[in-house]
């Protein structure tokens, strides 16, 4: 699966990602302060979910009517260690259950929400 990282996913997750095998590009590396917008359409070329914690996808998503085909997860959590993001990520995408594509999910620490887009 290929995953794309958002500034504020931590380095050490993205890290411990492509240690599980998951092709992971890094925005706060690869591609250095590109706006949310410039996020979505590098995601939606190299088919990647996006990860992030900015709750700004959403409105990007419903209002603006952009739609990564890839999907995209929201992690809404207000203290995790480093690693932390990726172990949760890893057990998401373990779930044979969930799917992603096309489709915002939200975890919260407790619940996953999704919306289909």
Same mark, same amino acid.
């Given at each position: 699966?290929?995953?794309?990282?958002?500034?504020?996913?931590?380095?050490?997750?993205?890290?411990?990602?492509?240690?599980?095998?998951?092709?992971?590009?890094?925005?706060?590396?690869?591609?250095?302060?590109?706006?949310?917008?410039?996020?979505?359409? +590098?995601?939606?070329?190299?088919?990647?979910?996006? +990860?992030?914690?900015?709750?700004?996808?959403?409105? +990007?998503?419903?209002?603006?009517?952009?739609?990564?085909?890839?999907?995209?997860?929201?992690?809404?959590?207000?203290?995790?260690?480093?690693?932390?993001?990726?172990?949760?990520?890893?057990?998401?995408?373990?779930?044979? /259950? /969930?799917?992603?594509?096309?489709?915002?999910?939200?975890?919260?620490?407790?619940?996953?929400?999704?919306?289909?887009?």
């Amino acid at each position: 699966m290929k995953l794309l990282a958002n500034e504020n996913f931590p380095l050490v997750s993205v890290n411990v990602l492509k240690e599980l095998g998951y092709d992971t590009k890094a925005i706060g590396v690869d591609d250095k302060s590109i706006s949310d917008k410039q996020v979505i359409e +590098l995601a939606s070329r190299e088919n990647r979910l996006i +990860l992030t914690f900015d709750k700004d996808y959403g409105e +990007l998503i419903f209002r603006y009517s952009y739609k990564p085909p890839a999907g995209i997860i929201f992690l809404r959590l207000n203290k995790y260690t480093p690693d932390e993001p990726a172990k949760i990520v890893h057990k998401l995408l373990s779930d044979r /259950l /969930l799917k992603t594509k096309k489709n915002l999910t939200v975890y919260d620490g407790k619940t996953i929400r999704q919306r289909k887009y």
